[in-house]
């Protein structure tokens, strides 16, 4: 615990994403300038130390997103921001910028689900961001929004159908005009 405050120690990024969201500035910018310094900073300081380079990232990401809790449109333009972030601070382009967006998905989701917070929210975020991005890193709109929304589903089914439904009807269709592709899956059967 943080001495004298009463809470727990949080990562850097998850009290920058908060204060883009109720700061001043625009939410999507300043949260996906901070995520990206971010997980440049961590994927250095990982290959420095001989840490593990997707652990960190993957932190930066869990600590952005329980950050972004919250309501409506700042939600989507914070987890957008998140998207755009890691995509930015790792520079990847083609395949490997295609994993890192369903990486970046998929951890999104379940820190959302975590932490209590609207998916379908989340989902819309990710879309978004994965489409903002998907010329950066070498990938067609659709293929970028199809990519981010299958993860976001995929991930959500492991939870449950009603959080797959929820990712679902927030995702289907088009988003700016870019038809996005899903292959839904039937939920595994919780034990």
């Known amino acids: ?8 120690e949080s990562h850097p990024i998850e009290d920058g994403v908060l204060q883009a969201i109720l700061g001043i500035g625009g939410i999507f910018t300043e949260t996906s300038d901070a995520v990206s310094r971010a997980v440049t900073n961590a994927a250095h300081e990982a290959s420095r130390d ?6 960190s990232i993957d932190d930066v990401i869990k600590s952005a997103v329980r950050g972004a809790g919250g309501e409506g449109d700042d939600t989507v333009e914070a987890i957008k921001g998140i998207t ?3 995509l930015r601070g790792t520079r990847e382009v083609g395949r490997e910028a295609a994993r890192t967006l369903a990486r970046t998905a998929t951890i999104a989701i379940h820190e959302t689900i975590q932490q209590g917070e609207d998916t379908g929210l989340a989902a819309k975020g990710l879309v978004k961001g994965a489409i903002h991005s998907a010329k950066d890193i070498g ?6 929004a199809s990519t ?3 993860a976001a589903l ?3 089914m492991e939870s449950g159908a009603e959080e797959a439904q929820t990712v679902c009807v927030a995702i289907d269709g088009c988003f700016d005009g870019v038809p996005v592709r899903i292959h839904p899956r039937h939920p595994k059967p919780t034990p």
């Open 84 to 86: 755009v972030g890691v």
């Open 139 to 144: 990938l067609t709109q659709t293929d970028a």
């Open 148 to 150: 981010a929304a299958q």
């Open 50 to 55: 001989g840490s593990a380079v997707l652990e």
């Open 1 to 8: 615990m943080a001495v004298g405050t009463g809470r727990k």
């Open 154 to 156: 995929d991930a959500a």
